[in-house]
């Protein structure tokens, strides 16, 4: 099993708002990733946790602030966010926690609207 | 600066031909190198990968090809079918501390009946 959850599917704020993106894995994998894609582009990397420690952050803003409650969790906060935020965001993980090349895989991805 | 890029941006191709979708990388360093599809609305779903010391994998109707010398790198899919329209990206692994991928700027194959 290759699955890496994500909820929710869509979402709609205001820039006013706080709101959280989840996702899930249970492949015993020690890496998880966030990533932003725009319309007709490539992924980007926005934040890597190893072993359940921040080990990349892309300059992101601080607006989008991550969290990884445990090794099979990782959550993305989302405060006072602008319409140039709205984006799918993507969760990835793998297996072996950053110290050697593997496959990354990837969720269905958030939808995120910013008004 | 470096960059994963790909010929061309859309590729169509009738039902039933093989396809071939290319990408150039710049980086000499890098070892490992991924195919990805991403259908409309979904996330990028693995499809191959082929490290450096490898020149040809091959899966379920997919080849990749990688050629060092040049820095280039091949997805090939035979008898290709509806179900393959999708948006196609390679994505390299420079290695080193991290497991940081970088993507291609993806090829999108379209699929005529």
């Known amino acids: ?115 | 600066g470096e960059s994963v890029g790909l010929h061309l941006p859309t590729l169509s191709v009738q039902e039933g031909d093989n396809s071939i979708i290319n990408c150039a990388y710049s980086n000499s360093a890098s070892d490992y190198f991924i195919w990805y599809k991403q259908e409309s609305g979904k996330g990028p779903q693995f499809i191959i990968d082929i490290r450096s010391n490898m020149d040809k994998r091959q899966g379920q109707r997919v080849t990749v090809l990688l050629n060092k010398t040049v820095k280039h790198l091949s997805l090939q899919i035979a008898a290709t079918q509806p179900g393959d329209s999708a948006v196609y990206f390679c994505a390299e692994n420079r290695g080193g501390a991290t497991n940081k991928l970088i993507f291609g700027t993806g090829t999108l194959l379209a699929v005529q009946p």
């Not at chain 1, 205001?14 to 989840?22: C, H, I, R, V």
């Not at chain 1, 980007?44 to 803003?61: C, D, H, Q, R």
Request: positive net charge; contains cysteine; glycine residues 6%.
């Open chain 1, 1 to 115: 099993d290759t699955e890496v959850t994500q909820t929710p599917k869509h979402l709609v704020m205001g820039m006013t708002n706080k709101k959280s993106l989840k996702c899930e894995q249970h492949m015993g994998h020690r890496a998880m990733y966030w990533y932003k894609q725009k319309a007709k582009k490539p992924p980007e990397l926005m934040f890597v946790y190893s072993y359940e420690k921040l080990s990349i952050n892309e300059s992101v803003p601080s607006r989008f602030s991550p969290e990884c409650p445990n090794s099979s969790l990782l959550n993305l906060h989302l405060h006072a966010l602008q319409p140039e935020d709205s984006a799918l965001y993507l969760c990835a993980s793998s297996l072996a926690g950053g110290r050697f090349t593997d496959t990354q895989y990837f969720g269905p991805g958030t939808r995120l609207t910013v008004l």
